[in-house]
């Protein structure tokens, strides 16, 4: 359409303003109250067009604005004509007969009416009210105590300075574990937690949101200081016992403390109420029975000055000193076996237990000490018996193993004197086996019994001459008891027959001691009835352990014959014999 002002438009446009206008604005310049004006918005600062009319009859058209609240139209533009005292409403141009309005502002707000002339002589009036939006600006967040105690209140308000209503509240809390999550109830612009908790812990954001745009505020770290709370011990290694908590001497043991607060708990040990360690985790190396005691952990808020303690009791095990022993007594007049197996000491005592390694495990378990008893008659030779110790300490049962045995063969008596025959001594002996064979000299009569060689010592005397010791050996194993004897005897002598030599030959004469329990010692006598002393030039003496030889060198015929005697002598006795030389003169 040509909007060129041509003299019949012209005239038409002033008859217009001088009459139809005024005339118009006067006689309705304002619509009923029930007919509906249809609404545009418009948002700051961004533009909107009004439209009056379409199609390509439009021969002329007004726009006119009108202030909500007022009745005085103000003339806006016609045809391809902006006034420039409307810039107030912002920066108007025309497209074709549609009102552009750009860089809207909050007075750009009211009734906008465009009269329009057709071609044909028709003529409309249309209205548009423009209601101008603002944008909500970014909202700010503000907490009036990001750093609450737990279970106080806490308001947060979210406010945006500029924003047409109704604008809606939408609030988000985010932490790593959770990420974002809506806050429930978060609807408003103020978010009030009348109890804080830990739980609500985290960076809060609030979104807010009108017909225009969405705004988030920045974040806000809401930090709800706690606790502690009551504190948590964690003992490696883990051994519970009836009154708290055990470990075995020389181990590690790690005691680990947790009481939830914020700020983190600040962890004190203290050991039967001494301070020992400042820290969460507090390790002992290699832990000692003297480091049986109550440990107590302390946590402690050091921001609210609050803390919390748990105590526990470790009690230390450890083992007996030494290594167990296991022994076989006789026992019940030596017709039974006593098996013992003790270990006695530690903390808590070992529990022993015999199990003959053919049999099931069903004895009983004891403390520190356990007895079995055998019937000897009825133990084979060699048999192993097995005692199994347990104790916290051990990893695995240790074993002490006892073999039941009998030595072979039987016991050996002998006597023995001492030089000066003034003591005899009687040895009894049976070494070997378990328990040991226990000797006794004549039932008892005589000293003590004891095991496996019983030495008894007398004073010589010749009332023990024939005299029968008797050793008897007692073992569980022998229901008939092995004995051995001696007899003390007085030496017996035999000698050789009575000798002659030729004048000038040497003698020997020899003395044989029959086979004796008691060693004796064999003497000389010449034919002068004097002790012959050995080495002596004229006699030689040669002596063995049962005999001796008597050599009378070059024998002279008027000096050396006659009795020669060889004596014996022992503890119990003393025998002698003579001996008839022959010296024989070679004259005769
Ligand atoms: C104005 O109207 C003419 C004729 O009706 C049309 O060709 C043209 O596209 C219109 N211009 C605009 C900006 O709408
Ligand atoms: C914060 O706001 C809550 C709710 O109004 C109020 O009870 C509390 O006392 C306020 N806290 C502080 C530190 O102002
Ligand atoms: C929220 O903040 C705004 C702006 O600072 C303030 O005007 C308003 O009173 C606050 N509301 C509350 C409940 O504190
Ligand atoms: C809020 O509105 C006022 C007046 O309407 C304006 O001066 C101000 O620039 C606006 N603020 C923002 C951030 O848009
Ligand atoms: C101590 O206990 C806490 C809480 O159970 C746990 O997170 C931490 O890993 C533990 N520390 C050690 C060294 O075991
Ligand atoms: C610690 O206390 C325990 C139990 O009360 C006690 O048996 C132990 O002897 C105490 N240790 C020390 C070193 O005082
Ligand atoms: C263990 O043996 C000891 C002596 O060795 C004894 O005093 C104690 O009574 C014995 N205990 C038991 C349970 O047999
Ligand atoms: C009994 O056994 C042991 C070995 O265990 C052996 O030395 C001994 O000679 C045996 N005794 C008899 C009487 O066989
Ligand atoms: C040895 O000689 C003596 C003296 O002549 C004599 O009495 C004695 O009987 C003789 N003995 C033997 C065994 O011949
Ligand atoms: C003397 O002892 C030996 C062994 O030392 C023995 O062979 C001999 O028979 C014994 N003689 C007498 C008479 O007992
Ligand atoms: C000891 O005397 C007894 C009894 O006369 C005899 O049987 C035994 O063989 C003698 N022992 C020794 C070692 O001579
Ligand atoms: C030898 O024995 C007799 C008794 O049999 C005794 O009278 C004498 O004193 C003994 N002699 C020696 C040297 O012991």
Known sequence: MDYGLTWSSLIIFCFAIVYILPTFLYAQPFLSLNEMVPEVEGVVKRSVELHCAEGDAISMFIWNFIKFGTDRPIPIAHNNRVYTET?????????????????????????????????????????????????????????????????????????????????SYTWHRYTIHEGFMPVPDGTTSVLILSEAKRAHTGWYTCTVRNAVNVETSGRLYLDVIFGPDEPFIEIK????????????EQEEVTLNCSALSNPPSHYIWFYNNSQVYSGQIYIIPRISRSQTGLYTCLAKNNLLGTRTQLTVAITVFYLPAGSPVCSARSHNNYKEVALSCSWEGGHPLVQVRWSESSEANHMKMSNSNATKILTGADIQNGSSYTCLISHPGLQNDVRCVTTISIPSGGPNCNAVSTKQNDYIMLTCEWPGGLPRVMLEWNNKEIGDSKESSNIHVLKSTPSYNNKLFTCIALHPMNSVHKTCHVRLESPVLETSQNISVLEGNDAQIGC????????????????????????????????????????????EWSIDGGFYQCSAFNAVGNSSNSIWLQVNSMYE
Not at 100 to 106: R, Y
Not at 237 to 248: L, M, T
Not at 516 to 536: G, Q, R, V
């Open 512 to 555: 044989f001691l029959r086979s004796a329990n008691l060693t004796a010692e064999i003497t000389w006598f010449n034919n002068k009835n004097k002790e012959i002393t050995p080495d002596s030039q004229k006699y030689g003496i040669l002596k063995g352990t049962n005999w001796s030889t008597l050599t009378i060198r070059e024998t």
């Open 87 to 167: 810039s107030f409403l912002g920066d108007i141009h025309l497209k074709n007969s549609t009102l552009v309005i750009e860089n809207l502002n909050l007075e750009s707000e009211g009734r906008y009416m465009c009269q329009c002339f057709y071609s044909n002589g028709d003529f409309t009036t249309v209205y548009v009210d423009l209601k101008i939006l603002v944008p909500v600006t970014t909202p700010m967040l503000q907490i009036n105590n990001s750093t609450p105690v737990e279970g106080s209140p806490v308001l947060l308000n979210c406010s945006a300075k500029n924003g047409t209503g109704p604008i």
């Open 237 to 248: 290694p883990y051994a519970v016992i009836e009154k708290g908590f055990s470990a075995n």
